[in-house]
């Protein structure tokens, strides 16, 4: 598909899938032979649950794994949506995603997203919800983080019309921003040889999520300014460790939460 | 040959000060800085109205310290605002 300057290929394994997204994207779709850029993998018919997951490849990484059809079908448009963020200049644009706990949201760096989300046991037992999504958008008025309005041009109602095995799953790992959410912590990557968590200055987060910005060049410091009033009133963190399981916990004790107890 | 009086650049930098530590964007380059709260108020000073001597000056008696300890660490981190282009070009005696 063409999706202005930039043409992308998105390959599905199942035929109700791939005419799902022809009729969803039909503005969008090129006669030009393209490698595929993003994987949908899908399971066919009954099967038992662990072979029922859906999985989103972007090349040969792991973008998403779920029982929702719907989900991998928003995270593919959010994706796809996301080719054009470096340009737009009606929000803040982030590589980043969020976790929610008992203790309020965390903003956390997108590459934790597949490390941690593959433990979905673990995150349900530390009462974490991750959104699944990779690009999050903040108002540069408030610093709240906003749903990333749509350009792309999808019929309305696209997604309800998904065959959908979301009954296999209580979506309790899977989160979007369907309204501004305030950010309570702000999580970076920490030295992986490092504790476990350890307080990062609100100026070292700032530089971060700045650096993390699709969109700085085109809003340039406006995006600065609006980053700081985000950051001005969290907490900010640095994880460590490479070990997912002690991330989770350290992500769920930054955000107040114990596992299997109230906020700690 | 007069002596330099450092001044940050007047175009191009957005900053941004949290908890005494600066955040710097620079326009022409694309760069971020991020500024230790002591370099956070050098940087606050540069205002190309005291040359070094006097900023060594004033910043050794807010800290408590001989100015001829600070010039050699302020001169250091001149250099390296210079480097990063946060400052106006030097005009005399560098």
Same mark, same amino acid.
């Given at each position: 598909?063409?999706?202005?300057?930039?043409?992308?290929?998105?390959?599905?394994?199942?035929?109700?899938?791939?005419?799902?997204?022809?009729?969803?994207?039909?503005?969008?779709?090129?006669?030009?032979?393209?490698?595929?850029?993003?994987?949908?993998?899908?399971?066919?018919?009954?099967?038992?649950?662990?072979?029922?997951?859906?999985?989103?490849?972007?090349?040969?990484?792991?973008?998403?794994?779920?029982?929702?059809?719907?989900?991998?079908?928003?995270?593919?448009?959010?994706?796809?949506?996301?080719?054009?963020?470096?340009?737009?200049?009606?929000?803040?644009?982030?590589?980043?995603?969020?976790?929610?706990?008992?203790?309020?949201?965390?903003?956390?760096?997108?590459?934790?997203?597949?490390?941690?989300?593959?433990?979905?046991?673990?995150?349900?037992?530390?009462?974490?919800?991750?959104?699944?999504?990779?690009?999050?958008?903040?108002?540069?008025?408030?610093?709240?983080?906003?749903?990333?309005?749509?350009?792309?041009?999808?019929?309305?109602?696209?997604?309800?019309?998904?065959?959908?095995?979301?009954?296999?799953?209580?979506?309790?790992?899977?989160?979007?921003?369907?309204?501004?959410?305030?950010?309570?912590?702000?999580?970076?990557?920490?030295?992986?040889?490092?504790?476990?968590?350890?307080?990062?200055?609100?100026?070292?987060?700032?530089?971060?999520?700045?650096?993390?910005?699709?969109?700085?060049?085109?809003?340039?410091?406006?995006?600065?300014?609006?980053?700081?009033?985000?950051?001005?009133?969290?907490?900010?963190?640095?994880?460590?460790?490479?070990?997912?399981?002690?991330?989770?916990?350290?992500?769920?004790?930054?955000?107040?939460?114990?596992?299997?107890?109230?906020?700690? | 040959?007069?002596?330099?009086?450092?001044?940050?650049?007047?175009?191009?930098?957005?900053?941004?000060? &949290? /908890? @005494?530590? $600066?955040? !710097?964007?620079?326009? #022409? %380059?694309?760069?971020?800085?991020?500024?230790?709260?002591?370099?956070?108020?050098?940087?606050?000073? &540069? /205002? @190309?109205? $005291?040359? !070094?001597?006097?900023? #060594? %000056?004033?910043?050794?008696?807010?800290?408590?310290?001989?100015?001829?300890?600070?010039?050699?660490? &302020?001169?250091?981190?001149?250099?390296?605002?210079?480097?990063?282009?946060?400052?106006?070009?030097?005009?005399?005696?560098?």
């Amino acid at each position: 598909m063409q999706l202005g300057e930039i043409r992308v290929g998105v390959r599905a394994t199942t035929e109700s899938f791939g005419t799902w997204l022809d009729s969803t994207l039909a503005p969008y779709l090129s006669s030009h032979a393209s490698d595929p850029h993003y994987s949908v993998v899908l399971p066919e018919g009954a099967g038992s649950p662990g072979r029922r997951l859906s999985v989103l490849y972007k090349g040969t990484i792991t973008i998403a794994r779920t029982f929702s059809r719907r989900t991998i079908a928003r995270v593919l448009l959010a994706e796809l949506e996301s080719v054009g963020l470096a340009t737009r200049d009606d929000a803040i644009y982030l590589n980043g995603s969020i976790a929610r706990g008992d203790g309020g949201v965390a903003l956390i760096p997108a590459a934790l997203v597949h490390h941690i989300t593959r433990l979905r046991r673990q995150l349900e037992r530390a009462r974490l919800q991750i959104s699944p999504l990779l690009s999050i958008a903040v108002d540069p008025s408030n610093g709240r983080v906003v749903p990333v309005a749509p350009r792309l041009a999808t019929p309305p109602g696209a997604l309800d019309r998904l065959e959908d095995a979301g009954a296999l799953t209580n979506g309790s790992t899977e989160l979007f921003v369907d309204e501004p959410l305030d950010v309570d912590v702000v999580c970076r990557l920490g030295d992986v040889v490092g504790p476990p968590t350890s307080p990062l200055s609100r100026g070292a987060a700032l530089r971060e999520l700045a650096g993390e910005t699709l969109n700085l060049g085109t809003l340039g410091g406006a995006a600065l300014e609006g980053l700081a009033k985000l950051v001005a009133g969290t907490r900010c963190v640095s994880l460590g460790g490479d070990d997912a399981r002690v991330v989770i916990e350290s992500l769920a004790a930054s955000l107040g939460t114990s596992p299997g107890g109230g906020r700690a | 040959m007069a002596a330099s009086r450092p001044r940050v650049r007047r175009s191009g930098l957005t900053t941004v000060e &949290l /908890d @005494g530590e $600066a955040v !710097i964007y620079d326009d #022409s %380059s694309g760069e971020l800085h991020h500024l230790n709260p002591t370099a956070t108020i050098v940087f606050g000073l &540069l /205002d @190309g109205t $005291a040359t !070094i001597r006097e900023l #060594s %000056s004033d910043i050794a008696k807010a800290f408590g310290m001989p100015p001829e300890e600070i010039e050699p660490q &302020l001169r250091s981190l001149l250099r390296r605002f210079r480097k990063a282009g946060l400052l106006e070009p030097a005009t005399n005696g560098g």
